[in-house]
Nanobody
């Protein structure tokens, strides 16, 4: 069982930055593929970025060059650094952990990009 707790969301102006954090409980973090997903109003939940066990990363085309993902195994935490934010980045952002065929989700954190 993995429990995930996201933090760091909020309101930011276009062009601004936010860093989301996802703290994972349990001993499976180092064996988990971690990802950030987002879901805008009336839209599907889509992958934003993921990071593998050995640090390989993958990004949605819409965020390439603006977002970075990293993980800190000592803190059991994965981060999503979001720069040059746009109004279309507005969504609830969810942390996901995939380990041994199971998938776990956090409760989500709201990111709103508006002036």
């Amino acid at each position: 069982q993995v429990q995930l707790v996201e933090s760091g969301g909020g309101l930011v102006q276009p062009g601004g930055s936010l860093r989301l954090s996802c703290a994972a409980s349990g001993s499976s973090f180092s064996n988990s593929v971690m990802g950030w997903y987002r879901q805008g109003p009336g839209k599907q939940r889509l992958l934003v970025a993921s990071i593998g066990i050995f640090g390989s990363t993958n990004f949605a085309d819409s965020v390439k060059g603006r977002f970075t993902i990293s993980r800190d195994s000592a803190k059991n935490t994965v981060y999503l650094q979001m720069n040059s934010l746009k109004p279309e980045d507005t969504a609830v952002y969810y942390c996901n952990a995939r380990v041994r065929g199971d998938s776990y989700w956090g409760q989500g954190t709201q990111v709103t990009v508006a002036s």
